[in-house]
């Protein structure tokens, strides 16, 4: 995992510094943005230049952009952690490097190195260094992304693009998290879908998401966080809770949903969840899981534990699934064990507390 970050982005700073949240432990989702953000362009002929630190503030756009009309845009997600001798780590950032040039791929978006990412991610937390939290279950989330804003109705690739960097100081995704781990409820949902295949299901862009709310909006009729996916074809297998990967534990097998679909996002955090299990000698499955079966697990005893993985929750652990207005209990309705497991080792790895055992903690070269 090696990457070359020698680039010598000039730095604008800002006249105009925020005042830094006073409570670490509620800081919520995406709440409070840090002082500087990271720009770069791309032209036709020139190919990415001009990255540049510059004060976060609001930016101007053509109203006739493409973006805002056909959505050509990608985003990633990546957090850094302070450690106890306060050096900046981030977690496999080779990774979010491969998923970001698949969804360039399909979004017809010109690739950006993964060189590049990485030494715009570490000019950027240079500036806003103190900003990096250290309260428990607290991180820096970053927020890189691209869009294409060329003045043009064509529905064709656009031939201007600005790539950039937003940080956010961040604790738990779901506020019932930030005392640590807790169950949530999640609706089963059998009338919209997520992604077919061929669609866009692989790739980060913001249309998944902006198509998923109705379905969250309407799982919350029943009290419910979100909503557990069902595939597009037949309504029948699971695919992801919410934004995120899901886990289901029946009996000693670990079952998740395979990436030949091109529907389930290649989650980091997945990978590494099958990774850890695999290391640890439990059974992991990548395989079709019918919703049928997971019910009747809940009845027979079966299921005990549903758990979803992503970079904003780490480990979100499910303690009642919603079918059609009817309950059905996972497990004891608590916190499992492999959920716990895995949370304490994955986030112990990335703020250094565990020891990295896999190799996956990449260190900035930064320091506060």
């Not at 395989?287 to 809940?298: Q, Y």
Request: charged share 25%; aromatic share 10%; hydrophobic share 35%.
């Amino acid at each position: 995992m090696e990457f070359n970050l020698d680039y010598d982005f000039p730095v604008t700073r800002t006249t105009h510094p925020k005042q830094r949240p006073q409570d670490e432990t509620k800081l919520g989702f995406a709440r409070y943005f840090t002082d500087h953000m990271f720009c770069m362009d791309w032209d036709e002929g020139q190919g990415w230049h001009d990255g540049r630190v510059v004060p976060h503030e609001p930016i101007r756009i053509e109203p006739a952009s493409c973006v805002l009309h056909y959505a050509q845009m990608m985003f990633e997600g990546m957090k850094a952690y302070r450690t106890a001798d306060g050096e900046i780590q981030i977690f496999r950032p080779d990774m979010n490097v491969k998923r970001m040039a698949r969804t360039n791929e399909r979004m017809c978006i010109p690739e950006l190195p993964g060189d590049l990412l990485l030494a715009g991610i570490k000019a950027v937390i240079k500036e806003d260094i103190d900003w990096v939290p250290t309260a428990p279950g607290t991180a820096l989330y970053i927020r890189p992304f691209i869009f294409g804003d060329e003045v043009s109705f064509s529905v064709l690739p656009a031939k201007h693009y600005r790539f950039m960097i937003i940080l956010s100081p961040t604790g738990s995704y779901y506020a019932a998290n930030d005392g640590g781990l807790s169950t949530t409820r999640i609706y089963v949902q059998d009338k919209y879908i997520r992604a077919a295949k061929g669609g866009t299901g692989y790739a980060k862009v913001g249309g998944n998401y902006g198509g998923g709310m109705r379905a969250s909006q309407d799982a919350m009729k029943y009290e419910c966080k979100d909503v557990l996916w069902l595939d597009a074809a037949e309504h029948k297998y699971v695919e992801e809770i919410g934004t995120s990967n899901a886990f289901f534990v029946l009996g000693d097998e670990v079952i998740t949903a395979p990436l030949d679909s091109e529907t389930i996002l290649p989650g980091i955090t997945r990978d590494s969840v099958i990774q850890l299990l695999k290391h640890w000698g439990v059974k992991v499955s990548e395989r079709k899981l019918s919703i049928d079966e997971i019910m009747e697990g809940s009845k027979s005893g079966k299921l005990k534990e549903i758990f979803a993985s992503g970079t904003a929750a780490v480990i979100s652990p499910i303690g009642t699934l919603c079918v059609k207005g009817e309950d059905f209990k996972v497990g004891d309705g608590k916190v499992g064990p492999i959920a716990q497991k895995l949370y304490d080792n994955l986030y112990g790895m990335q703020t250094g507390k565990v020891e990295d055992y896999m190799g996956w903690v990449y260190k900035l070269g930064l320091k506060a």
